[in-house]
């Protein structure tokens, strides 16, 4: 009994130290925001008259200011997210795109689905290292030796297209023995041309070869018979005859072979299906066509930057009327190309609507998929 009531009696005295030290403060429950909410604004406009009513307040405004930092932490990682290519590859913005490549089938296939093959004494003797040999050449002239591919890996029968060998004292690298090639597509203006100046910027065994820019070439070449017939094209936003287009590509493929390149970024092609037709023709094995980028974009936002170029460009076709009719050519021709590498797995989306700094992280991410055995 006696024990009893001293248990009592400490209980009060412990109650009331508490009190006086405003643990015991007395307000609205947690959950109970509208009160808090209340609480929390006195802070400011009411002055507390005790402790207790202080720590009230403070405990109130806690709730808000600690939900406030979270969500606005949260919103500007959101808004300006790091330029980290791994959180583009991992943020969640993309989750939802990645969970729909799984379905539809747009995703890179987890296992090869060719065989890859490498010349492996040739691999192991480097500094005796030939020219690609002739009937995986582009050009039918002898090429320079290419520089080494930049990446390494653990057996010549890499899954990549790479020749890559490893011996037990050191890895060797060797250049891939046919020229890559990477079709980057996309709508008129989505940014391809500026994303490939960069890769080439980075990365200096790859070389852009704008279509466009093959063909605006050739027309200013007074010795060409193609180039009125190229100026109409490009005026109406038709393609031009693949013949014309495919052996300026080849052109400038030699070309670029000869000064040691070995990747090709061809842009703004295939953008048809005699386009296709005509690759494979002309072009066909002599070159691995590793993937293609897209870049994807709204009509509206291209339209937007297409009249911006115009204003530097002094191109016949960066004016509304030559605009409208390339959306037009690029929805009925382009995109459904889009369709037979995308069976192929070989398509690779880019969302092209960001910043141009995010989009090129985006890029090499997407780079280092397509060519997976690069330095990216
Ligand atoms: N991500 C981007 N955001 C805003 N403007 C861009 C972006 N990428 C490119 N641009 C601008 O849009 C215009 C078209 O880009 P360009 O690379 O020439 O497109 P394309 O080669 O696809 O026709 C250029 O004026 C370029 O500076
Ligand atoms: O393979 C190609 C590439 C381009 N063009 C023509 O060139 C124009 C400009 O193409 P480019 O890729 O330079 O510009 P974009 O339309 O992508 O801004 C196109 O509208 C077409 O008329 C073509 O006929 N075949």
């Keep these: 009994m006696a024990t009893c009531s001293l248990t009592g009696a400490r209980r009060i005295l412990l109650h009331r130290w508490v009190r006086q030290l405003g643990d015991s403060v007395q307000g609205p429950q947690l959950m109970d925001l509208p009160g808090n909410w209340q609480k929390a604004k006195e802070f400011f406009t009411k002055p507390a008259l005790s402790y207790g009513q202080y720590k009230q307040q403070c405990v109130s405004l806690r709730i808000f200011a600690f939900s406030g930092i979270c969500g606005g932490c949260v919103l500007s990682l959101a808004m300006f997210p790091p330029k980290s290519s791994y959180w583009i590859t991992w943020s969640p913005l993309y989750w939802l795109s990645y969970a729909k490549q799984c379905f539809t089938g747009a995703a890179p296939p987890l296992f090869l689905e060719k065989q890859h093959g490498a010349q492996v004494a040739a691999l192991l003797r480097p500094e005796t290292q030939a020219p690609a040999p002739s009937d995986t050449d582009v050009s039918t002239v002898a090429v320079a030796p290419a520089p080494a591919a930049t990446t390494t890996a653990t057996s010549a029968a890499s899954a990549s297209p790479c020749s ?119 072009i066909g094995d002599s070159a691995e066509v590793m993937g293609v980028l897209f870049f994807e974009a709204s009509l509206a936002e291209m339209e937007k930057r297409l009249l911006g170029r115009s204003v530097t460009s002094g191109r016949v076709d960066d004016n509304l009327e030559s605009i409208r009719k390339r959306f037009a050519t690029y929805e009925k021709e382009t995109k459904p190309i889009l369709e037979k590498y ?24 997407k780079l280092r998929e397509v060519v997976p055995c690069q330095q990216v």
């Excluded at 880019?350 to 700094?357: F, K, L, P, R």
């Design 164 to 282: 890559v060998a490893s011996s037990a004292s050191a890895t060797v690298l060797a250049a891939p023995a046919k020229p890559r090639v990477v079709f980057v597509l996309g709508g008129p203006g989505a940014g391809k041309g500026t994303q490939c100046a960069k890769i080439c910027d980075a990365y200096p065994q790859w070389q852009h070869i704008s279509a466009g820019d093959c063909l605006r070439a050739e027309r200013q070449d007074p010795n060409s018979k193609d180039g009125e017939l190229i100026n109409s094209y490009i005026k109406d936003g038709k393609i031009v005859p693949v013949q014309i287009t495919v052996r300026l590509l080849h052109k400038a493929m030699q070309k670029g072979q000869k000064e040691g390149k070995t990747d090709f970024l061809i842009d703004g092609f295939p953008r048809n299906w005699d386009n296709v037709n005509g690759w494979e023709e002309v």
């Design 342 to 365: 995308q069976k192929e797995h070989k398509v690779f989306k880019i969302d092209a609507m960001q910043s141009v700094d995010f989009v090129w992280a985006h890029t090499q991410t």
